[in-house]
């Protein structure tokens, strides 16, 4: 069973960063797609960013394509998602969430993936 817990959210002025932390377990990743996602209040959840374990390339939402970095740490089962400048539009709760990958998917979609972490809020303040 793959468990993913993701840590770091807190509260944040405009214009500060967070670094997010999702530490995946329970199984070998090399197969796997890791993708960050958010909700906020009253809204669907979205695609933030992911990537292929096996790839190099991330992939990023054009609200975030600039401010937000994706990075991994694969001996560690790690993957980060550092945030800069942020904006109060950022505030959600955001996911960690991972697919096993067996051909062509959509990685922006919330259905295509298998596994999810419990989330962890980030507020911006204005």
């Known amino acids: 069973q793959v468990q993913l817990v993701e840590s770091g959210g807190g509260l944040v002025q405009a214009g500060g960063s967070l670094r997010l932390s999702c530490a995946a377990s329970g199984r070998a990743f090399s197969n796997y797609a890791m993708g960050w996602f958010r909700q906020a209040p009253g809204k669907e959840r979205e695609f933030v960013g992911g990537y292929r374990w096996s790839g190099s390339r991330a992939y990023y939402a054009d609200s975030v394509k600039g401010r937000f970095t994706i990075s991994r740490d694969n001996a560690d089962n790690m993957v980060y998602l550092q945030m800069n400048s942020l904006k109060p539009e950022d505030t959600a709760v955001y996911y960690c969430?991972?697919?096993?990958?067996?051909?062509?998917?959509?990685?922006?979609?919330?259905?295509?993936?298998?596994?999810w972490g419990q989330g962890t809020q980030v507020t911006v303040s204005s």
């Open positions: 969430a991972a697919k096993y990958v067996t051909g062509n998917y959509d990685y922006t979609a919330v259905k295509e993936y298998d596994y």
